[in-house]
């Protein structure tokens, strides 16, 4: 991975009473893909549109190439946005939307006609440059949406929730499409989602907020196989989340029993919060486990079976290929690298 | 069910008879103007012939050339002033945080509400205070005062329609500030801004309360000559000339109307033809 292009450097910011960054830090390095993930209202629009140069921080730098820009305008920022509604305008035609950039830089036209039409292709929206916006599809104007930004060839582009309108297909195909280009045109990416299969599926970093402040900053695999604490392995996936003791290192104590684990380097009978993923455990006869319950309710997911067993009085969320009756007596095993201990959180 | 349909046949006749009285007692009187305005006859209601000398006399003789004059260059002076300023006003109030922006729009609606006669006193006062000498400019003040409000109150539901990040987009690609609202908000407000245009220029016309008090003794828009002409002569004195105007003005209103329509229906059905693509 490339330099670092952008920092956050203490950020803080705030609307009347109300916190919304809070002292924030992070970086963005040269031609990633980087998304803010986290539930609506923990800030990632505000932190986007810090960066797009819509709002002014209250307290902290951001640099963009090594200088500082708080007092920038939007206008003088090697960046472009996608905005979440699309915001095209209404008045021109889809050729005269994605030109709109390079007019105003007063470039010359057969330029701006090559440019124009490269970046319909790119978009596959060939043919489409006489079109009134008001006769485009959803996800037609998403297109245009990108190309009138990408066209003007920023160092980074803005994505702000832009595959929240779509449905479920449109969109899966869109996360394909978006990243090839982030590819291709060696474009840094910064995306705002709260959807976290998204965030996943694109992201070669992974920014988890909430409230204002970053919880996890990691790769997919990280955040999703170490989360860092109860809020990101229930926000990332589905998790079975205990309350548990660390007895000694490799040696976790939950649910009344002790497990082997990978996990070193906490105190003596410090509290702990242990995690295990639904796909983790695995159906044993009930006399070989040291988890023995009762199946309480079975799904049908497609992929896999979502099974609940009930043990000790607790449900337990398993995804597993494997058929149980419901009624059943089942008993679970869980292998020591997929038992997660994750300090717990201050509250 | 004899009577059941009778009692129909009974409901629709009223709904007719209704319909046409309202549409008779609306255009009884303009087709009456329109009559008198080719009525050979200098005095009273007679028919005695058709003529077309009351329009020559309008546009050849001297007799109201004054009032037709200053009625038509306040409207047009006092319209392109006042839609530019309540252009500029209503993006800046639309631009302001929720609670200050319902402040300013109650602000603004005060002055529709508040009667003619109030609004035309009150500014007599001020300007004389101000020692302003009642006559043009006075009356054009005037009139760019109370056609604001009508101008920002056609304007701030169009920018209310508009995508909150449009603005944004425009300063995103490029824009500066002005640029931005130059070439992003205000096409996309146009014709909110004629519509305010438009009201702003029938206002100014047919205002008589206004001018009469903010005009002094010297300067005369048609209303006020009108008037003048009758509290001077009587009744009788009343020239078909005037009918002739009334007539002129009431056929460019007609035209005016007619061509707004067409547009907007023009626009809602390439509008409706083209959601039809849209999945």
């Known amino acids: ?347 | 069910m004899k009577r059941r349909k009778q009692r129909i046949l009974m409901a629709k006749a009223m709904g007719v008879i209704l319909t046409v009285m309202t549409f008779l007692i609306l255009y009884v009187p303009i087709l009456l103007i329109l009559m008198l305005s080719l009525n050979d006859s200098a005095r009273g209601y007679q028919w005695e012939g058709f003529t077309l000398k009351w329009y020559a006399m309008l546009f050849l003789d001297d007799i109201m050339k004054d009032p037709i004059v200053n009625t038509i260059s306040i409207a047009i002076l006092s319209t392109i002033i006042s839609t530019i300023l309540g252009t500029i006003f209503a993006i800046g109030i639309h631009a302001l945080e929720k609670k200050r922006r319902v402040r300013m729009m109650v602000m603004n609606n005060v002055p529709v509400v508040n009667p003619d006669i109030v609004t035309g006193i009150s500014l007599m006062i001020i300007f004389s205070i101000l020692s302003f000498t009642l006559g043009f400019s006075t009356v054009l003040i005037a009139h760019v005062f109370f056609s604001i409000p009508y101008v920002i109150l056609n304007i701030i539901p169009k920018l209310k329609r508009l995508d909150p990040n449009l603005y944004e987009a425009g300063l995103d690609l490029g824009c500066s500030r002005i640029e931005a609202v130059w070439r992003v908000i205000i096409p996309n407000i146009s014709t909110g801004i004629l519509t305010g245009a438009l009201m702003a220029f029938t206002m100014s016309i047919d205002d008589f309360v206004i001018t009469y008090f903010t005009s002094g003794n010297e300067y005369m828009n048609v209303s006020t000559w009108l008037y003048a002409a009758l509290a001077r002569e009587g009744r009788n004195s009343f020239t078909p000339v005037a009918y002739a105007y009334n007539t002129i003005i009431f056929l460019l209103t007609i035209i005016i109307i007619v061509f707004v329509n067409t547009r907007k229906e023009r626009k809602v059905r390439t509008h409706e033809k083209s959601t039809c693509f849209t999945p």
């Open chain 1, 1 to 347: 991975m490339g330099k670092k292009l952008i920092e956050l450097k203490n950020i803080s910011k705030s609307f009347g009473d109300l916190v919304v960054l809070d002292h924030f830090n992070f970086y963005i390095n040269e031609n990633e893909f980087i998304t803010l993930l986290g539930p609506s209202g923990c800030g990632k629009t505000t932190c986007l549109r810090l960066i797009g140069g819509f709002e002014t921080p209250d307290d902290g730098e951001i640099i963009f190439d090594g200088k500082v820009i708080n007092d920038l305008e939007p206008n003088q920022r090697e960046i472009n946005t996608c905005f979440q509604k699309y915001a095209l305008f209404p008045h021109l035609n889809v050729f005269d939307n994605i030109a709109f950039g390079l007019k105003l830089k007063k470039l010359p036209k057969t330029e701006i006609v090559d440019r124009v039409h490269q970046t319909l292709k790119l978009v596959k929206l060939d043919g489409f440059q006489d079109r009134h916006i008001s006769t485009l599809s959803g996800g037609q104007q998403q297109r245009v949406a990108i190309a009138r930004a990408i066209v003007n060839r920023p160092k980074v582009l803005l994505l702000d929730e832009p595959l929240g309108a779509l449905d479920l297909k449109l969109r899966q195909e869109m996360q394909y499409e978006l990243k090839e280009m982030q590819r291709t045109l060696g474009i840094t990416f910064v995306y705002v989602t709260h959807d976290q299969e998204e965030a996943l599926t694109m992201s070669d970093t992974i920014v988890i907020m909430n409230e204002g402040k970053i919880l996890q900053i990691g790769t997919p695999e990280d955040i999703y196989n170490e989360p860092k604490n109860r809020f990101v392995a229930n926000f990332i996936g589905e998790s079975n989340i205990f309350e548990g003791i660390m007895i000694e290192d490799y040696l976790v104590k939950f649910v009344d029993r002790e497990f082997k684990c990978v996990d070193k380097g906490f105190h003596l009978n410090e509290a702990v919060d242990v995690v295990i993923r639904p796909e983790d455990f695995d159906f044993v006869p009930p006399s070989k486990a040291k988890i023995k319950g009762i199946v309480d309710s079975l799904t049908f997911k497609g992929v896999h079976y979502e099974i609940n067993v009930m043990v000790d009085g607790r449900e337990y969320t398993i995804h597993t290929t494997k058929y149980r009756e419901v009624g059943d007596r089942v008993g679970l095993s869980v292998e020591p690298e997929s038992i997660h201990v994750m300090r717990r959180q201050r509250s």
